[in-house]
């Protein structure tokens, strides 16, 4: 309904309708139309959690880890879902500032949070030189981003093929490691 409507057109009431359920449930457990949207967001960010939950805090498979993490990044980020999600915060969030701030606690910060642990860990263990593991990991994420996620939300470019996807996930990995992990002195 968020998608569809927009943030201010869906009330909890029409949600209760819709589910269908009583509102006093609904309030039960979303004690605001805000819970109720991160709830929404959590659950569409699962993928991207679980992937990154998995990733071993090992250095041996440097490579295959940021690929995972990569490749559920960007399917999230470009699907038609992801877009619409990203669309609906941006243009809601003036009249809602506490929804942004939501939303940003919700999903990038702790997309960014468990990226920054995992190269925290392979400086930690000597593998690599991260002088700054919060900018490395903000960093990966703004590559895959690219100005490609801009044209797709304006809808100049549709969302990239799977191939075309592999594409930037391969190029942005094979960077992101000569660049940031092997090349800091």
């Not at 860990?121 to 030189?129: A, E, I, P, R």
């Amino acid at each position: 309904m968020f998608l569809k409507y927009g943030f201010n057109a869906v009330s909890m009431e029409k949600v209760a309708q819709s589910a269908p359920v009583s509102k006093a449930t609904l309030y039960k457990y979303f004690d605001s139309k805000n819970a109720l949207l991160a709830a929404v967001l959590d659950e569409f960010c699962g993928s991207l959690w679980h992937s990154m939950e998995a990733v071993p805090r090992n250095t041996e498979s440097v490579k295959y880890n940021l690929t995972k993490i990569a490749s559920t990044f960007v399917d999230l980020l470009y699907s038609s879902e992801g877009l619409a999600l990203y669309r609906l915060v941006i243009a809601e969030c003036n009249n809602h500032p506490k929804l942004g701030a939501l939303v940003y606690e919700t999903v990038p910060k702790y997309a960014l949070t468990q990226l920054e642990q995992y190269l925290q860990t392979l400086t930690d263990s000597k593998h690599v030189n991260i002088k700054d593991t919060h900018f490395a990991a903000d960093a990966f994420f703004s590559l895959l981003k690219c100005d490609l996620h801009f044209q797709c939300l304006l809808g100049i470019s549709p969302p990239p093929s799977s191939e075309e996807k592999q594409t930037l996930i391969n190029q942005v990995v094979a960077i992101y490691i000569q660049g940031f992990l092997y090349d800091q002195h």
